[in-house]
Nanobody, 124 residues
Framework: QVQLVESGGGLVQAGGSLRLSCAAS????????MGWFRQAPGKEREFVAA????????GYADSVKGRFTISRDNAKNTVYLQMNSLKPEDTAVYYC?????????????????WGQGTQVTVSS
């Protein structure tokens, strides 16, 4: 089993930045692809960003491309999401997920383990 714990969420003004972290435990995730998803009130959980096991390839939702950056440190068993130029529409609970294969995928059902989420609120 893999346990994932997100941190770094909070309240920020529009245009500001936050860096989310996702610490994995239980087993190493260095061979797993990792992803970030988000869910706003009344909406379905949506893909934000993903990274391959090696970190050599990433993918982003169009809505965050150019503003968010996903990265990982396999030595620390941790994945990050740097969020810049935040907008009120980025407000959501952000979830970290691990996929037991190394390639990136963009759908909720492609991931095997999930964290509890961290709230990000962007004020206008």
């Amino acid at each position: 089993q893999v346990q994932l714990v997100e941190s770094g969420g909070g309240l920020v003004q529009a245009g500001g930045s936050l860096r989310l972290s996702c610490a994995a435990s239980g087993r190493t995730v260095s061979n797993y692809a990792m992803g970030w998803f988000r869910q706003a009130p009344g909406k379905e959980r949506e893909f934000v960003a993903a990274i391959t096991w090696s970190g050599g390839s990433t993918g982003y939702a169009d809505s965050v491309k150019g503003r968010f950056t996903i990265s990982r440190d396999n030595a620390k068993n941790t994945v990050y999401l740097q969020m810049n130029s935040l907008k009120p529409e980025d407000t959501a609970v952000y979830y970290c997920a691990a996929r037991k294969y190394g390639d990136t995928r963009y759908y909720v059902n492609d991931y095997n383990w999930w964290g509890q989420g961290t709230q990000v609120t962007v004020s206008s």
